[in-house]
């Protein structure tokens, strides 16, 4: 907020409004969208961006113990998505869009966390979320790269390649 509406985020902070009172709050947020996730009455295009913000607040809020309850709601989601492309978004939401040296994405932050566990099961959905390949050739050159960062933080996490 504080680069998109700099005036608006002034005024927030002369709110004085608690840290403790923000966690508060996007934890209650977390478990909402965590709710639509799972709940089968969430509209079939909406799966990825909902997946896609509470990613984001799970990383950004350092919330851990929502690594394994969004592990159970990607997984949920995986059957229901709309698209190949909707797909392909999850998976690039769970392996992260950084280069690795950044460590980014779910598989890193469960990994970092000591739940190497969580870390394969996130690795094994990647997998399974972009098995199929595209017929447009952008969209496969998306996969591709997607696949090799994958493959990249298999290595770097030491978690084996799933077998088929």
């Known amino acids: 907020?504080?680069?998109?509406?700099?005036?608006?985020?002034?005024?927030?902070?002369?709110?004085?409004?608690?840290?403790?009172?923000?966690t508060e709050w996007t934890r209650?947020?977390?478990?909402?969208?965590?709710?639509?996730?799972?709940?089968?009455?969430?509209?079939?295009k909406e799966l990825w961006a909902i997946h896609s913000a509470v990613t984001t607040?799970?990383?950004?809020?350092?919330?851990?113990?929502?690594?394994?309850?969004?592990?159970?709601?990607?997984?949920?989601?995986?059957?229901?998505?709309?698209?190949?492309?909707?797909?392909?978004?999850v998976a690039?939401?769970?392996v992260g869009r950084q280069d690795i040296q950044y460590r980014p994405g779910l598989i890193f932050r469960a990994y970092d966390s000591s739940r190497e566990d969580l870390a394969a099961r996130y690795a094994g959905l990647?997998?399974?979320l972009v098995e199929k390949p595209f017929i447009a050739p952008v969209d496969e050159d998306r996969?591709?790269?997607?696949i090799l960062a994958l493959e990249k933080?298999?290595?770097a996490c030491n978690i084996a390649k799933r077998i088929v």
């Open 126 to 128: 990647a997998d399974t």
């Open 143 to 146: 996969r591709q790269r997607l």
């Open 153 to 155: 933080t298999r290595i």
């Open 1 to 22: 907020m504080s680069r998109e509406i700099p005036q608006r985020y002034s005024e927030y902070r002369g709110l004085n409004i608690p840290k403790s009172k923000e």
């Open 57 to 89: 607040l799970v990383l950004d809020g350092r919330f851990h113990d929502q690594l394994e309850p969004l592990l159970d709601a990607s997984s949920s989601i995986e059957g229901v998505m709309r698209s190949q492309r909707d797909h392909l978004i």
């Open 92 to 94: 690039e939401t769970i």
């Open 28 to 44: 209650e947020e977390i478990l909402s969208a965590l709710d639509r996730l799972q709940s089968g009455e969430t509209p079939r």
